[in-house]
């Protein structure tokens, strides 16, 4: 008899609970590696579920928590239970070698150690699934909710989340917008969400992150889940108030009507400012730049469908082509700062001012105020530690004895422009003043901003019209 035959026999007259597949999964065990899989599986499954009902029991509200309970631990469960089937395959091998055939590798129902051992094997798979079937759901709130979004990637997302924080659409989560309803753009923004983690981990992401957004999904569907152009009707008053270095007291009141527009009830027609985006009519636009600052040319369709091309003069040769396409004009042409709304350095201190956190009593507060605010801080540690202390030595230096008695007053009109400082500017993502502009208006006209980037007389269609920037088209004169 051979080696090999021997074996066999010694195999045969073993207890069944000593088959070849009670070897095969002890082996499991046995080896270092099935033993790291099942060490593995069994530490992060009972984290996880720990995690879980900490979180479902609303305990915590780390945004790390999260990351790791709904990512870490079950990557390292998934990867604990695939070190097991691994670690059992090498270990076939090595029987192989050794002698067991091919023949003893078959499970047979009938046997009740093989059924007690296949019962186990799906009891533990669909625990296994129930547990990933709750992480996936769970996984997915946490991944969609504002939180994650905002936390995780603090560096990278604290600017966007700190003034998400005080917009309008501070209780909006950011996929509403940044991903709206459906299954492909889910997916789509998964994916571009894992390039983005890459970017983070390599290190590599753009400081400040690019505006406008180039794949940004079409604002109609996502801003339209919750506002529609049938709505929006009437005028809307708004009045700005503005002081100068020389008066700081009484404020320059400016009121305006805007001609909100959409659909005027009474006769049906679309118009005012929401015109743009009503329904039948389409407004397209050719920018020379990324940035969409220099429109070269804007094309209308009109609900009859007549088609008219407006073009500017010194930006004519601007043609379709690679680097150049057409956009329709939606909600963010108007309305790109609709949540990340940063302010002015001016704005913030008139306000302080009308609100008297900046004492107006205080010759000179407007003009200093600014300076500290404006200075280029290397970082914002930089700016904490500096900012009061520049707003008192610039008040001493322009009148001593003024400074001594305001001196409170100045430390809390310092605390206030930090205050600004912190929620505006990033150097460390080399977000300063002014880094993101909005296009609502014609405040940052000179910039290339707003209504007047088509509404500048420049555009002029076949027979010489322009695109007006006629005041009153928008407002009623201020
Ligand atoms: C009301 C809709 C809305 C919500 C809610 C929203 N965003 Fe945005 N976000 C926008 C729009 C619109 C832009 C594009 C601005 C542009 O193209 O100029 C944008 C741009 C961005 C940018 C690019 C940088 C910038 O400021 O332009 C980042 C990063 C960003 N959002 C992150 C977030 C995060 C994180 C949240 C949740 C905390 C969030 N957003 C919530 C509408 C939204
Ligand atoms: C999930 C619903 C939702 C979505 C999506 C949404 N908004 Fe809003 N939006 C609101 C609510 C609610 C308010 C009113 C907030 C308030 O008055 O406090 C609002 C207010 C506004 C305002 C008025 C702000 C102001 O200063 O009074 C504008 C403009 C606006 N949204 C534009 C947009 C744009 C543009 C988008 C798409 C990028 C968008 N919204 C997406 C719910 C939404
Ligand atoms: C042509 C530019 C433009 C476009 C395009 C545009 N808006 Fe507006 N929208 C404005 C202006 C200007 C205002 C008034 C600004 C203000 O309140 O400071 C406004 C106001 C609003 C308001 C507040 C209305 C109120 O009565 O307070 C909402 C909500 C809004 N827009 C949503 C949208 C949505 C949603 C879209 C896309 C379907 C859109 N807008 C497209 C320019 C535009
Ligand atoms: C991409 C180019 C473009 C931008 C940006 C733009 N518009 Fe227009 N707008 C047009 C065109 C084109 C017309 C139609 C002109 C015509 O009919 O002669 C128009 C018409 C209008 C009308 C008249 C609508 C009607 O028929 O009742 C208003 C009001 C208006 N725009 C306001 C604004 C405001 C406010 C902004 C900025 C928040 C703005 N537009 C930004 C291209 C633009
Ligand atoms: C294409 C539309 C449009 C035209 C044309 C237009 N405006 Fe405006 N204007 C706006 C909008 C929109 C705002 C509101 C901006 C905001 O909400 O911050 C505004 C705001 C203003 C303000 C108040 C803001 C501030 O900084 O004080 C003044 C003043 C003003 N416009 C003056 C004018 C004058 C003067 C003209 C004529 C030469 C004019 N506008 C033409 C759309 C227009």
Redesign the pocket.
Known sequence: MTEKSDRQTENRNEPHTKGPWSHIIRGMWRSPLGLMGVTITTISATLLVIGMMVDLLGFFNNPYAGFFTYLILPGLMLTGLAMIPVAAFLRRRKWFKHGISREHLTLNLSDHTHRRWVVGFLVLTVINLCIFAMVAYEGYHFSDSAYFCGQVCHQVMEPEYTVYQRS??A??VCV??HIGPGADWFVRAKISGLRQVVAIFTNSYSRPIPAPVEHLRP?RD??E???WPEKFHGKKVKSFKRFTNSNQSKPEVTEIALHIGGRNPETDAFEGIHWHVSKNVKVQYLAEDEKRTKIARVKVTRPDGKEEEFVKSDLAEIKEDQGHHWRTMD??DC?NR?THVYQMPDERVDFGLLSRRINPDIPGMREDSLAVLTYQYATRKEAEARMVDALIALQTKRDPAMAKQHEADIKKGGDFLLEAYLGNVWPEMNIHWGTYKMHLGHQYADDGYGCWRCHDEEHVNAEGKTITQDCALCHDSP
């Open positions: 309008p659409h209780r909006v509403e917008c604002a996502t801003c889940t919750c506002h909600c963010i309305h609709p």
